[in-house]
């Protein structure tokens, strides 16, 4: 460990608090909750940065909140928003959202959370605060609606890999954010619409798909003709890129309901990114979207 980390040890860091903050890649969470289970107080409560999901029964997803909740047997929350992360150390104004079913504490994560530069929005609607950070409406659509940005981002970066301009890329990220709506209503009903338009929502949707690495490296995936792997190796030094695994994890959920047809932009981004349809061809696959009928 760098000589910047107070303390090394996992175990030893989490074992006296109160509030847990998860930050790390998702597919490592199921086996740092078996490390700290047994090791925190049974009075902790969590708050899961974490943008993705994970593999659930079947062919469904699992909120990364939830499998915190089931594995560490604590109340987990999720912070999502437009926060990329140079802007936010260099103390540039951003807003952030917090989903937080418990209003006892939500005002705690609030205040531990809030800067002058850094504004933070409480909301109940977890689910979509989740689902909104992986597709980049509940605590858990706060969840939902991150991952799902990750997907349309690919998107706007295969539209500036073609050039297809400025007027192309807003109706993709216009699409995307039609399908991530529909997602959230088809898999976890009950969610509020005006979720999406917190900082998790249409505004995280709108970095992302203009400064993520998403964007960036589904780009340079057009422009270069080199793999994904390839490009997270020279790019991201090896990190993995959450856009196509989110749209292999959300098309294995589609196809189990038989609405792939319903998700035509989700569909091509999953084609793409396993080399079933050129980027070139995804202008095409949306020309007859639902939303336009």
């Known amino acids: 460990m760098n000589d910047n980390i107070a ?11 109160d509030i847990l903050i998860f930050v790390l890649p998702h597919q490592f969470i199921r086996t740092l909750c078996s490390t700290l289970l047994d090791n925190i107080k049974p009075t902790a409560v969590g708050l899961s940065l974490i943008k993705g999901f994970g593999r659930g029964e079947g062919n469904n997803i ?18 999502m928003g437009a926060n990329l992360a140079n802007e936010v150390a260099e103390e540039k104004f951003c807003e952030t959202t917090i989903g937080c079913k418990d209003k006892r504490l939500a005002p705690v994560l609030r205040d531990l959370i809030q800067t002058p530069n850094f504004r933070v929005v409480v ?4 689910e979509a605060v989740e689902v909104c950070g992986a597709l980049k409406a509940s605590t858990t659509l706060l969840e939902t ?3 799902l940005y990750n997907i349309v981002a690919c998107a706007a970066g295969f539209v500036d890999g073609l050039g297809l301009g400025d007027n192309t890329k807003a109706a993709v990220i216009r699409l995307g954010l039609m399908e991530m709506v529909k997602f959230v209503d088809t898999f976890y009903s009950g969610s509020k619409l005006s979720t999406f338009f917190e900082s998790c929502g249409v505004a995280d949707l709108i970095t992302t798909c203009y400064g993520g690495r998403n964007r960036r490296v589904c780009e340079q995936f057009v422009k270069t003709g080199k793999t994904i792997r390839e490009l997270e190796d020279e790019l991201l030094a090896g990190q993995k890129l959450q856009g196509p695994a989110t749209a292999d994890e959300v098309h294995d959920m589609l196809k189990s309901r038989n609405v792939m047809d319903k998700f035509p932009l989700f569909t091509a981004v999953h084609r ?4 079933q349809l050129r ?8 020309r007859s979207h639902p939303e336009h009928v």
């Open 145 to 147: 609606e991150k991952l």
């Open 279 to 286: 980027p070139a061809d995804l202008i095409d696959q949306i």
């Open 272 to 275: 793409i990114c396993t080399d």
């Open 62 to 79: 699992e909120l990364i909140s939830k499998i915190i909740e089931k594995n560490l047997r604590i109340q987990c929350n999720v912070l």
């Open 7 to 17: 303390v090394p040890d996992v175990v030893e860091a989490a074992k006296d608090a």
């Open 123 to 126: 909301v109940e609607d977890c």
